[in-house]
């Protein structure tokens, strides 16, 4: 049976860092270990936010901070789904938790146009960085052909809300996007009566 | 068609409350205006929130802060559904959404029993005030029998995981319970895609 409390963990630890005035880069640094713990078990994760669209990658949210410093996002890849290539604008951290990730780097000329970098492949338990001025173009795809690949996404904002934009690869002609989320509900994290009832 | 900005304002303005380092009453007070702005419109409640259970009344929880200093909960009653008599032990308001519910409040003698106090009706638009040491013992009911009332709680900790009491009315026999919440999920409060990209 999944249970919800490694998320409500996460949640609450993540929280706790903005309380003690970090830097972004000393919250994303510290971050990236709590989602490292968060994704070294795959049992928690409700059913609901690991659905598959059959068309499109899903990105369900699963918390948004209320006063919107960051957000938790399960992206669901079903068989070889891919995003186009995109920015952020904002630091972001990727833990992947099923199956297989691949993430082509880009950076951008100064004319505009992309320069093709580095595929890397993520596996289960590890986790990547995205900072803007760093590294913040990219092209994510399912690196299996047969089944799904669900990562965890962590970003210094509400990232559904965020104005960003899509490139195309040859051109780099850019197209403003606000990607909004798969779902209309997220999951509940805070129902303690079982735990605390046991 | 509902928007779900009403109460992601109220949200974001709540969770600011507690940055002022108010008193506990004082963010009930503030709160109180805050949740009378709320339940003076009823168009922004998402429908699965607003779904009456056949046999008991039905806590949906709409919010939580992660912090765990307050919580907001749909309260759905069918006709002729009542919660026997109970306390709270946070600072609790009430804002009535639809419909009209009934209130009977107690008070507990020094042998234990209860005194039975006023009962009173609230009507849409209308928030009351529960509070440890003043009013935190009551009864409420449907005050309607043909047709679903739903009231909007908003109280000082996470409700659904504190381990309070409901009482016999005549002994006042005492017996523990945690509430939990009657479903896995809470509103996507944080999908501003469409309002910002009309
Ligand atoms: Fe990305
Ligand atoms: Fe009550
Ligand atoms: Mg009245």
Redesign the interface.
């Known amino acids: 049976m999944t249970s919800i409390e490694p998320l409500r963990e996460f ?2 630890l993540f ?1 706790g860092l903005f309380d003690e005035r970090s830097t972004p880069v000393e919250i994303q640094k510290t971050g990236a270990k709590l989602l490292k713990t968060l994704v070294s078990r795959d049992d928690w994760l ?1 059913e ?1 936010y690991t659905r598959p669209h059959p068309e499109r990658y899903s990105q369900y ?1 699963l ?6 410093r960051f ?1 938790v996002v399960s992206f669901v890849w079903g068989p070889g789904q891919k995003t186009p290539l995109h920015d952020h604008r904002v630091w972001g951290l990727i833990g992947m938790l099923r199956g297989r990730e691949s993430e082509t780097q880009f950076t951008r000329r100064e004319d505009g146009t992309f320069a093709k970098g580095e595929t890397g492949y993520l596996e289960p338990g590890e986790v990547s960085f995205l900072l803007p001025g760093v590294n913040d173009y990219h092209l994510v795809a399912n690196a299996l052909a047969d089944r799904t690949s669900i990562s965890i996404h962590v970003y210094g904002a ?1 990232i ?2 965020v ?1 960003r934009a899509v490139y195309e690869e040859g051109s780099g002609v850019e197209k403003t996007f ?4 798969s ?12 735990s ?2 046991a």
Chains 1, 2 share one sequence.
């Open positions: 949640v609450t929280t409700p609901p949210l918390h948004c901070d209320p006063l919107e957000s509400n559904g809300g104005s606000i990607s909004g989320y779902s209309e509900d997220v999951p509940n994290l805070w129902d303690r009566s079982r605390k009832a």
